[in-house]
């Protein structure tokens, strides 16, 4: 099992079966939507929406056979799922959202898939805040995995959501250029019955490395976009992204339930100082790291043993047997892990 996060159109990423953010009736529009149905054969997906799906509730998944998407890349199904449009938060819709990932990853491992790919759902007609909505995708895709063997594709397209990404998971595999995002997105506005044609598509152009630094200095001197710290959530989400260990791994590792991890990737808990600890060396963070996941987890360090714990932290030791005889030696609780 894995998780990957891909820049690329859904339609190209070869995988059992893929996700479609739908609409609530039998029909399609503009954007992720329209280009599968476009991909897989409208007149058969369409048909077989009304005919096996009729209209859909909030949160709810339900399938279609994949029809040209198969030939193309062997994909076998298509996986339709509706969420809420975003008021403020107060209506239940990251809940909704939520259940759009479950309820379609539940569906796809019953039909036997091995792997899916979704789009960051909730970011386009649904208008989620883009920093939620990937929280709510990795959070789900990661809880998933973590009781199911399956490998989730995550797809990244359009510069402001890849670039939202990379704040939370950095490692992304890009097979796309901003040129072809462009080009891309002017194809969406084809005349269809579904879509209103834009009078005017200004012409695009990748702007230079010296104008994005340029741009970047600028907005720093007025105070613009200042950086954000990062959430419990969202380091957890940076730290094993860069390691080589699955997430069952991190949690057996630091002796720790999967259903307390779960809700820690959830962001429904924060951890304990001592599973802070735990975690920290599981996931072998430098001192810098450690201080700044403490922070985050509202956790001092102000005692002797988390000096003693740092202190092995800056050497990068991370030998459990060796810190634990530390620990002993001078009558402090021992870290309470696996090898």
């Known amino acids: 099992m894995s998780l990957k996060v891909i820049r690329d159109s859904i339609i190209n990423i070869k995988s059992d079966a893929i996700i479609n953010p739908a609409c609530r009736t039998p029909e399609y529009k503009n954007g992720v939507d329209r280009l599968i149905y476009e991909t897989a054969g409208k007149e058969k997906l369409l048909a077989a929406r009304q005919l096996d799906i009729g209209v859909m509730s909030p949160g709810e998944a339900k399938k279609t056979l994949a029809y040209n998407l198969k030939d193309r890349l062997g994909t076998r199904f298509i ?6 449009t975003w008021k403020d938060g107060s209506t239940g819709e990251k809940q909704t959202l939520a259940d759009c990932y479950l309820k379609s990853f539940s569906l796809a491992y019953r039909l036997g898939c091995t792997s899916i790919a979704t789009p960051i759902l909730g970011t386009g007609t649904f208008s989620y805040p883009r920093k939620i909505a990937i929280q709510i995708a990795l959070s789900e895709a990661i809880a998933f995995l973590l009781d199911h063997d399956m490998d989730i594709i995550l797809v990244v397209y359009d510069e402001e959501t890849t670039k939202e990404m990379k704040k939370i998971f950095p490692n992304i595999e ?67 992204n860069r390691t080589n260990l699955e997430s069952s791994d991190i949690y057996s590792v630091a002796n720790i339930s999967r259903k307390t991890f779960s809700g820690w990737l959830n962001g429904k808990k924060i951890p304990q100082k001592e599973n802070v600890w735990k975690l ?31 202190d092995f932290l800056k050497e990068n030791i991370y030998n459990i047997k060796k810190i634990n005889k530390k620990l002993e030696e001078n009558n402090m609780k021992i870290l309470e892990m696996n090898e």
């Open 174 to 240: 890009e097979h796309v250029g901003y040129q072809d995002v462009v080009e891309s997105s002017q194809k969406l506005y084809l005349k269809d019955e579904h879509l209103i044609v834009p009078q005017y598509m200004p012409e695009f152009r990748e702007p230079s490395k010296e104008e994005v630094e340029l741009n970047e200095a600028m907005q720093a001197q007025r105070g613009e976009y200042p950086e954000e710290e990062k959430t419990v959530q969202e380091q957890l989400f940076a730290y094993m």
């Open 79 to 84: 996986i339709h799922t509706f969420s809420t």
């Open 280 to 310: 920290i060396f599981a996931l072998r963070l430098n001192q810098y790291e450690a201080t700044s996941f403490m922070n985050s987890c509202k956790c001092d360090m102000e005692e002797m043993r988390d000096k003693i714990l740092l």
